[in-house]
């Protein structure tokens, strides 16, 4: 499984898409924070079985979590609630990652990631979201949504199907 994964994430970082995305994200967190921390496969490969048991009941008990059914569920709502009516809210353990503090500010500006050999071109534009518990966040929400937060939202709609400049865009 290690083996496989870090064959896929090699082939991964050969994708203009992946790679923007990677550094995207290096920019606006910091490379310390989780979500800025670029997949290394020696770090990878040095996890064991119980370090990743120990962590999944850790980060994925359902401590404070809801259950969503949508559809036609009605045959299967009594089953869902049956199965899952035992699964009890723990607390949530430390995972053991300490959450690194985002930096105040992060680099404006253009970042190139040369690709040597790509036909292809990926562009990320954006900013850190602002706190879930700004004002605006439900606005911001609709407005990501209706602009390009599905496949047939404006941005798809324009700059894919009227104009053919991608295969897909996204808000």
């Given at each position: 499984m290690k083996t496989r994964i870090g064959q896929s994430m090699r082939v991964e970082r050969q994708?203009?898409?992946?790679?923007?995305?990677?550094?995207?994200?290096?920019?606006?967190?910091?490379?310390?924070?989780?979500?800025?921390?670029?997949?290394?496969?020696?770090?990878?490969?040095k996890i064991t079985a119980d370090e990743l048991r120990a962590f999944h009941a850790a980060a994925y008990a359902p401590a404070g979590a809801e259950l969503f059914l949508s559809g036609d569920v009605a045959a299967y709502a009594a089953t869902v609630a049956e199965m899952l009516g035992q699964w009890q809210p723990v607390a949530a353990a430390a995972s053991g990652v300490a959450a690194t503090p985002l930096p105040d500010t992060y680099p404006t500006g253009l970042v190139t990631v040369p690709v040597e050999g790509s036909i292809q071109a990926s562009i990320r534009v954006g900013?850190?979201?602002?706190?879930?518990?700004?004002?605006?966040?439900?606005?911001?929400?609709?407005?990501?949504?209706?602009?390009?937060?599905?496949?047939?939202?404006?941005?798809?709609?324009?700059?894919?199907?009227d104009k053919g400049y991608t295969y897909g865009i996204h808000a």
């Open positions: 994708k203009t898409s992946f790679r923007a995305t990677e550094e995207f994200n290096k920019q606006l967190f910091g490379e310390e924070a989780a979500y800025g921390r670029p997949f290394s496969e020696a770090s990878f490969g900013r850190r979201w602002p706190a879930l518990t700004e004002t605006q966040t439900p606005e911001l929400l609709l407005l990501v949504k209706v602009l390009g937060g599905y496949f047939g939202s404006r941005l798809m709609k324009n700059i894919r199907e």
